[in-house]
Structure formats: structure tokens, C-alpha cells
């Protein structure tokens, strides 16, 4: 079983940044691909970045290319998500997902998730 826990989330202006941060505990960090997804209100959840398990390779949703940048240590057992030129639409509460093996794009594909950590951008 794998325990994950999302933390950074806040109100930030437009145009300002937030760094989210996500711990994992019971199986070895590096080998849990890993994702952030984020749910606004009467919406979806959707998809935001996802990295593998070496941190080699990411992928970004259209919305957020340019803006945010996905990365992990290892060696903390953290991954993070720095978010710049926030937007009002970029409110959401952001989950953290992680899954044995390649990280994807589909929530489906997860099998552990965080509680969530609200972001909240004012205009």
C-alpha cells in the first residue's frame, strides 16, 4: 500500500506562484510513476503533468505548458509542482496520484491518490 499527501496549496493573486509538494511512503519512491490532477468546482477531474520514475521524462496538459513545472527527488521521496502566471481557472483542488511502473496521462491508471490541497487564484 502506498500513502500519498499533498501540501503547498493556498490564495495567490493572478500572476503570482505556488509550489505544491507531494510525499509517498510504503514502496520505493523511484519506482511510482507519478502525476498531478486537479479538480475545479462542477467539474472533471483532469489531468495536469505527469513525471516517471527517474524523473527522465514529463508530460504537460496544453493548459499549463509554459506555466508549470513537474519534478521529483528521489532521494526526499517528494515530488513537486511549481506553478507561475497563475489564472483565475487554474482554481482547483490538486491531487497528487501515483502508480507502480510508467506514469499516464489517465486518472484511471492510478491506484493511490492524495486527500487534495486547494489552489485558489484571484483576479
Known amino acids: 500500500q502506498v500513502q500519498v499527501g499533498e501540501s503547498g496549496g493556498g490564495l495567490v493573486q493572478a500572476g503570482g506562484s505556488l509550489r505544491l509538494s507531494c510525499a509517498a511512503s510504503?514502496?520505493?519512491?523511484?519506482?511510482?510513476?507519478m502525476a498531478w490532477f486537479r479538480q475545479a468546482p462542477g467539474k472533471e477531474r483532469e489531468f495536469v503533468a505527469f513525471i516517471s520514475d527517474s524523473g527522465a521524462s514529463t508530460n504537460y496538459a496544453d493548459s499549463v505548458k509554459g506555466r508549470f513545472t513537474i519534478s521529483r527527488d528521489n532521494a526526499k521521496n517528494t515530488m513537486y509542482l511549481q506553478m507561475n502566471n497563475l489564472r483565475p481557472e487554474d482554481t482547483a483542488v490538486y491531487y497528487c496520484?501515483?502508480?507502480?511502473?510508467?506514469?499516464?496521462?489517465?486518472?484511471?491508471?492510478?491506484?493511490?491518490w492524495g486527500q487534495g490541497t486547494q489552489v485558489t487564484v484571484s483576479s
Open positions: 496520484a501515483a502508480r507502480s511502473g510508467s506514469a499516464h496521462t489517465s486518472l484511471n491508471e492510478y491506484s493511490y
Open positions: 510504503g514502496r520505493p519512491f523511484s519506482t511510482l510513476g
